[in-house]
């Protein structure tokens, strides 16, 4: 086997032209340090250019607006020739409808008009609807088979559902303390709420709640997200800073208030959750940049500069001295051939 080795004075790499490159070591600390900093910032310089690339050439498609309805009072003003003339209106047509279905009696309904402000025709379906709410339970109300509705369905087909209950949802932009005409029936007052619908169009619904939940807020300028079940009243009509319009008037028991919760430090939830994560990224980072400067924690120690001096004391056995002994060992029986350690003295 040593005339296998190389003379000690021969390098290793003698014969070959130039020095022989040690093969590398990607496991070892400046190995990773230096693939991590070579292929880590064109990552992310990547991936921010796709970001700006999607943001300014693919932009998603906005929602469709919701469609808009002309709310502006179409009747023209009665003009009188003769100082006291009486207008008579016509009588009323009878609602088909069955006791249960409404939150008043179908006669009172039948007198109530459209498209107009209250009348003193209103007031008997008007108070009969309090009646029906003072006297029911606002979670009933809420788990009762309410048809919702949308601002175009009240607002186009109100004698379909006059005094009938319906559902929808949206939010209050102005809530106020108005007081109820005289009455025998122990109604002080209401809250008037402009609602926002839920899906559209920018044009009110006008509720009235006979209370409110506590501690909502109430003002010419909040913003309240609530959901309504409620009797439909009319297609109430109302001056407008531009023009006479008209809106769907519901009455109901009280608001299903649902509350924002403020942000806390002048920030969103996502925001936090944001920059939770950019913390937790930057730490891992400079962690996995630290861990990779230590190297490997177990280094295997260096190996011999002589490889010829390093096995000078070490004894071997040619292959034929080795084939020998074991043939002898077979023939003697021995279970476990001897070893050239075993003869010497």
Known sequence: MSDLLPPADVPASAGSGRAR??????????????????????AIVLFLAVGWVER?????????????????????????TIGDAVVIE??????????????????????????TVFRPGDEEAW????????????????????????????FGQPRSFRGRLVRFSGTVHRLQRVDAPPNDYGISGYWQAWLEPDGGPASPIVVYFLRLPAG????????????VVGYFFKRWAYEAT?????APLVMALE?????????????????SYALV???????????????????????????????TAALAEVETESPGAALARLAAAERSGTATPPTPEDDQP
């Open 21 to 42: 490159r040690p093969p590398r070591n990607y496991l070892a600390g400046p190995e990773r340090r230096q693939l991590f900093w070579r292929f880590m910032p064109p």
């Open 277 to 307: 994560a950019m913390a937790g990224l930057v730490v891992a980072t400079l962690l996995g940049i630290s861990l990779a400067g230590r190297g490997t924690l177990h280094r295997e120690p260096p190996g011999p500069d002589n490889l």
């Open 56 to 80: 300014a050439f693919f932009r998603p498609v906005p929602p469709e607006a919701p469609p808009q309805v002309d709310t502006t009072l179409k009747t023209a003003h009665l003009e009188r």
């Open 255 to 271: 608001p299903h208030w649902k509350p924002i919760r403020p942000a806390q430090g002048g920030g969103t939830v996502t925001g």
């Open 216 to 227: 909502m807020p109430h003002g010419l300028r909040i913003r309240e997200p609530v959901d």
């Open 242 to 246: 531009d023009a006479v319009r008209t």
């Open 127 to 154: 108070f009969q609807i309090w009646l029906t709410l003072r006297s029911a339970d606002a979670g009933a109300l809420r788990r009762s088979q309410a048809r919702a509705v949308s601002f175009i369905e009240l």
């Open 90 to 115: 016509v009588e009323p047509e009878p609602l088909d409808v069955a006791a249960d279905d409404v939150g008043a009696s179908a006669s009172s309904l039948a007198q109530v008009r459209d498209d």
